[in-house]
């Protein structure tokens, strides 16, 4: 594979080895440059794969200035990677500043796609994915953390976040204190590693269970919480709702929620009197 001369931003796994992909292996091998979050920490990645291409620290207090230097080596036809400690580079880990620096100096920027713990947990989390929020890791301060849920209360979307093992029963406190007990949220700790774990059910009853158990509050940590929901939603899902509508673009409603309940395992009756409520 033959390199245009770019900033190619290339996600690295969040914990299975084997979710680096070929092509992330052909980029890190042939550019001349691989700016990393934490050149010691993605030193054993790379030499895992056996890559020797030269690595610069690049990070939250460096960025800016660091962003010129790599801008030079685009001008002298040097294709450069971009990593982070773990999965996509920028999601809640540095880049964002490096990238737009890029762009505006007139270099392409070219991006890969893989391993992201935010969306990998999403997938299996049973939560409506139609629209979702990811929030990047709550504050750490108690008063600015209620204040951050208590804005994002009445959010109809899916809320991700990433939280660390040493503040995850402070985070569910606050979660259950600003959204109420019985919001459904999911727990997803570990994702692709051997101890992966998902918890699910209401707010209060995820703390308690975290609570009681010390191996709960290990490891990488994404939060997801249900959105809100208005009184005439609650009893289903968007996703539920959005096929239920779309059913009825080509069958009568009693026929689309016949349909729709077999789907979902929902009684037919119900989707058919929440048709008629909301105008199918």
Known sequence: MDLSVALYIVPT????????SSRALEVLNQVSLIACEDTRHSGKLLSHF????????????????RAQWIIQKLGNGEAVALISDAGTPLISDP?????????DAGFKVIPLPGPCAAITALCASGLPSDRFSFEGFLPS?????????????????????????????????????????EREIVMAREVT?????????????????????????RGEIVLMCHGHRSDEESEFSPTVINTLKLLCEELPLKKAAAVAGQIY????????????????
Do not use: C, W
């Not at 880049?95 to 762009?103: A, D, E």
């Not at 992966?196 to 703390?207: I, Q, W």
């Open 50 to 65: 056996g890559i020797e291409t030269r690595k610069t620290a690049l990070h939250d207090h460096n960025e800016r200035d």
């Open 141 to 181: 301060k108690e008063k600015a953390r209620l204040d951050k849920l208590v804005g994002l209360k009445d959010d109809p979307r899916t809320l991700i976040f990433y939280e660390s093992p040493h503040r995850i029963v402070h985070s569910l406190e606050s979660l259950v204190a600003a959204l109420g007990e």
């Open 265 to 280: 395992d929902i009684k037919k009756n119900a989707l058919y009197k929440h048709g008629l409520a909301i105008g199918l």
């Open 95 to 103: 880049g964002y500043h490096l990238v737009k620096q890029v762009r």
């Open 193 to 217: 590693k051997t101890f992966e774990t998902f918890l699910s059910g209401p707010a209060a009853e995820v703390l308690q269970a975290v609570k009681d158990d010390p191996n709960q509050q």
């Open 13 to 20: 796994p969040i914990g299975n080895l084997g979710d680096m």
